[in-house]
């Protein structure tokens, strides 16, 4: 492993505002793409594996790119803040702007899980506890995404409908994982 891990939360630990909360989402949906990657890939017998390992690699990869995506969204409300009051429309558009990228993360989310609740049936017992771990980070990854577009929509007074597609995501996730174990 390089350096690249250290750095990114060298910057997260530190004062600076971005990245924060949206990028540790981003990375968070990223590793669970990437357990399920390796799931896929330690599962010889497993149906389609090479497709499905290519799918979650481009998930991976999907959400990876989330994090730069979060950083300028964020830091463009970061510069429209202390505007907002003369510019309250501009203000509101960047907010809901930085909730694309939360919303993308859910939506890579749902389909890392619905891909990993296929698999896991027929997949290599041994390293299910590591694909069931990915499917739990996933979920509460856009548990936080929920609450991040939750505090955006209170402070750019936009309207719900962003909040109500994340949390049914969110839903959706909590009642198909409710019973999954980390062995089986």
Do not use: K, W
Not at 30 to 56: C, E, K, N, Q
Not at 96 to 106: D, G, I, V
Not at 118 to 129: E, H, I, K, S, T
């Amino acid at each position: 492993m390089d350096g690249a891990m250290d750095g990114f939360l060298d910057a997260l630990a530190s004062e600076a505002p971005a990245p924060g909360a949206g990028a540790a989402v981003a990375v968070t949906v990223a590793m669970a793409a990437g357990l399920l990657a390796m799931f896929v890939r330690s599962s010889v017998d497993l149906p389609d594996r090479d497709a499905l390992a290519a799918r979650a690699d481009d998930l991976r990869a999907a959400a990876f790119d989330l994090i730069e995506a979060d950083r300028v969204a964020y830091t463009r409300v970061l510069e429209h803040r202390p505007r907002r009051r003369g510019d309250p429309d501009g203000f509101r558009e960047v907010v809901a702007a930085a909730n694309q990228p939360l919303l993308a993360a859910c939506q890579i989310a749902d389909r890392t899980v619905d891909a990993g609740l296929g698999a896991l049936p027929a997949g290599n017992p041994a390293v299910r506890p590591d694909l069931t771990a990915g499917l739990f980070l996933a979920r509460s990854a856009v548990t936080v995404a929920t609450g991040l577009i939750e505090a955006n929509t209170r402070v750019g007074r936009l309207s719900g409908d962003d909040l109500d597609r994340a949390r049914r995501h969110d839903a959706s996730l909590q009642q198909r994982l409710d019973g999954v174990v980390g062995v089986g």
